[in-house]
């Protein structure tokens, strides 16, 4: 058969065949109502020996696309469906079943694909390959669309198979990647047959490209696969267990090389309880190692090749490249990473991926800091157990005390021992503080206790030895600001102002944002720029930073589209456009919703909407306002005032549509939930009381005045 038959389409439902039959071109139910149908002539072709065949009157539907298996029958290609259906030549007519050459006969049509077959089916083709070629490709970009996975991976795979030269041959290799796990719901995990596909395909498509967008796009989809396997690795250690051939469910040393793993560390890193075998929570150990590791040379790989190609995303694999390394316990490399892509390219203010570098550099270095600087501090002094303390703390009243004591009296003590940890080494290695309150007196008696904690000292000194001291953001980025001045590097100047402004330092001087600088302003510059102008009321110049940034980086920006719509609401309220306001937090939230100023942005946007339903007496547009207030209010990580304030929004909307029954609970469900939040709390009692007196329920408003007096007693002090 002419390779333009490669692909079919059998009408006359939606171009798939829906018909029944069997060696006779008529119709089963067309045989059953004519008994006297004329005798058949025998067929000229030869005789060719065929499966017995069994003719029934109802089968499933065998609607599909027919694609060749690479089988043959009688000279001509063996076409397959994928849902179990078969079309193929018998020597003289064609026909679908659901065997190949055999089985339940479905159809039946003549010799040339284009002539009529059973019940009224016809089959069509595309006239020359390049249409062919074409359709297979645009029908297979359908199916992906429409979420029919298996459809869609097997016209991909026939497209690689059929024009393995072709230009769109690494575009078919990235859906198929991208496909591998399109099934996996969001609360599971893939199989490491479905990661090992993905993988594949990711890499023939920058094995068969020369296009920087699709080599990118195949390394971070990748990447990302790579980093949600890391983080749960169910799929890879459930592979690895079938190593287990004595099955008693842990690995010994020689279980464990025949998996063939490749990783920097042997079989005696993992085995943390040296017990000379590897069990389940070990092998997580061992996959999210081997994974994170992997991410690294992606990455890596990725940035060595196209760092000087136009396009690439360099900065945002340094970053996945610094996010590996933390995870695999080396945050001294992710730091001195971020720093070099910071200072090589710092001046392209284009490059969204050091605006990001630059936040998570401040944030991390200011996390592993703590760590390493508090945990030490707390293990030094541990060790001499005599030296008195002071530390000052303030209780859940808000009432401050100071407490003096020795190292041993304070730590032996349960009530002082709390207060001293919480005030003094936030952000320590929660696993020595939890240490700590478990073995209290023990540290300085219990020989066990006293070496492990000896142990973790020994730990923390390497650790802080190793750590980049002279690196720190108001250091690193004092010494970049001279050098970009210097050089007369405007966007790295800029952007080495708004950090050092952001980490509380002065050493960037009293720069005032300008319009003149807007075209060397990077998207992280411009939210700084915006947020100063807005503080000095320079409402006009705060919206024209914004616009900039959603008009030049608008597919680009990344979270900077958050803080641009985020800014742009708060302009308008300023100038008390409501309306206009409650448009930019809905795009803000829409570009970000995880964003950390994105509870702010909901209580802001319930504002606003509350405004509006003011003036437009739209009782609907309150009900959305508590919606977003609603969102805040349970979210139990987010700030006990920005909840309490979310829940007396909600008693406001409520006595705004004159429900003052609805408003007085939510009011005193401010009181009950949030009473340490005072300015709420208080204005809550208030409202409460005056809701009671609308109602002209006494006895309710003698109940809440007494609460009241009693809150205030508690609270106020």
Not at 17 to 26: F, N
Not at 499 to 526: E, I, T
Not at 549 to 570: I, K, R, S, W
Request: one cysteine or more.
């Amino acid at each position: 058969m002419n390779k333009i038959y490669r692909i079919f389409f059998l009408f006359p439902f939606s171009f798939f065949l829906v018909s029944c039959g069997g060696d006779e071109t008529e119709s089963v139910s067309e045989a059953t109502t004519d008994t006297t149908a004329p005798e058949v002539k025998p067929e000229k072709a030869p005789v060719v020996e065929e499966v017995e065949e069994e003719e029934v009157a109802v089968l499933p539907n065998p609607n599909g696309v027919y694609l060749p298996n690479g089988e043959e029958k009688n000279g001509k290609p063996v076409f397959v469906n994928g849902e179990g259906f078969f079309m193929w030549f018998n020597g003289s007519i064609w026909k679908i079943s659901d065997k190949s050459g055999g089985g339940k006969i479905v159809s039946s049509g003549k010799e040339s694909i284009n002539d009529k077959w059973s019940d009224g089916g016809k089959a069509r083709h595309f006239p020359d390959d390049e249409f062919a070629k074409d359709a297979l490709f645009r029908l297979a970009v359908a199916y992906q669309g429409s979420t029919d996975n298996p459809n869609a991976i097997r016209l991909f795979q026939q497209f690689v198979k059929d024009f393995p030269e072709d230009k769109m041959v690494p575009e078919a290799y990235l859906s198929l990647g991208d496909l591998a796990i399109s099934d996996v719901k969001s609360d599971e995990q893939p199989s490491y047959e479905q990661i090992q596909n993905a993988q594949a395909n990711y890499s023939l498509v920058r094995e068969k490209s020369r296009e920087i967008k699709l080599i990118t796009d195949a390394t971070f989809n990748e990447g990302g696969l790579i980093e949600r396997v890391a983080e749960n690795p169910d799929g890879i250690v459930e592979n690895y267990l079938t190593f287990d051939k004595n099955k008693d469910e842990v690995l010994q040393s020689s279980e464990y090389s025949t998996i063939g793993i490749e990783s920097d560390k042997s079989f005696a890193d993992f085995d943390l309880n040296e017990d000379k075998s590897i069990d389940f929570g070990e092998l997580y150990d061992v996959a999210s190692y081997v994974y994170y590791s992997s991410m690294v040379k992606l990455y890596s790989d990725y940035s060595e090749k196209f760092s000087d190609s136009e396009g690439a995303r360099i900065s945002e694999a340094t970053e996945k490249i610094g996010f590996a390394n933390e995870m695999l316990g080396r945050p001294s490399t992710m730091l001195n990473l971020y720093y070099k892509d910071i200072e090589k390219y710092g001046n392209d203010p284009s490059n969204v991926g050091v605006d990001a570098i630059l936040k998570k550099y401040t944030v991390k270095y200011d996390e592993y800091d703590k760590l390493y600087g508090r945990t030490l501090d707390l293990l030094t002094k541990l060790q001499e157990p005599g030296q008195t303390i002071s530390f000052t703390y303030r209780d859940r009243k808000g009432i401050e005390e100071t407490i003096t004591g020795t190292v041993e009296d304070i730590i032996g003590d349960r009530k002082k021992l709390l207060p001293f940890l919480s005030s003094q080494y936030k952000g320590m290695d929660q696993d020595i503080y939890s240490d700590v309150v478990k073995s209290r007196g023990a540290i300085f008696s219990n020989p066990s206790h006293m070496a492990k904690f000896k142990g973790y000292l020994k730990k923390y000194k390497e650790f802080k030895k190793g750590f980049p001291s002279d690196l720190s953001p108001a250091v690193a980025f004092a010494k970049l600001l001279e050098q970009a001045k210097s050089a007369g590097n405007r966007p790295l100047e800029l952007r080495m102002r708004s950090m050092l402004d952001r980490v509380g330092s002065k050493a960037g001087g009293s720069y005032n944002p300008q319009k003149s600088d807007f075209p060397a302003a990077s998207p992280g510059v411009l939210v700084w720029m915006a947020e100063q102008l807005l503080a000095q009321n320079s409402v006009e110049d705060a919206v024209s930073a914004m616009e900039r940034l959603v008009n030049v980086y608008g597919d680009t920006g990344g979270e900077f589209l958050f803080d641009a719509y985020y800014l742009l609401g708060q302009a308008k309220q300023k100038e008390r456009d409501y309306q206009s306001s409650v448009s930019h937090y809905q795009s803000a939230l829409a570009n970000s919703s995880w964003h950390d100023n994105a509870n702010d942005a909901r209580i802001r946007l319930g504002e606003s909407l509350f405004e509006v339903g003011q003036s437009s007496k739209d009782s609907s547009l309150f009900d959305q306002a508590v919606s977003s207030f609603e969102e805040v209010r349970s979210d139990t990580d987010t700030s006990l005032e920005q909840r309490a304030q979310s829940s007396y929004m909600m008693g406001e909307c409520k006595r705004a549509i004159r429900d003052h029954a609805g408003a007085a609970y939510y009011y005193l469900d401010t009181t009950l939930n949030f009473p340490s939040a005072t300015k709420w709390a208080s204005k809550s009692y208030e409202q409460a009381i005056r809701c009671y007196e609308q109602t002209g329920q006494s006895d309710q408003i003698t109940q809440v005045e007494k609460q009241y007096v009693d809150w205030q007693r508690k609270f106020l002090k």
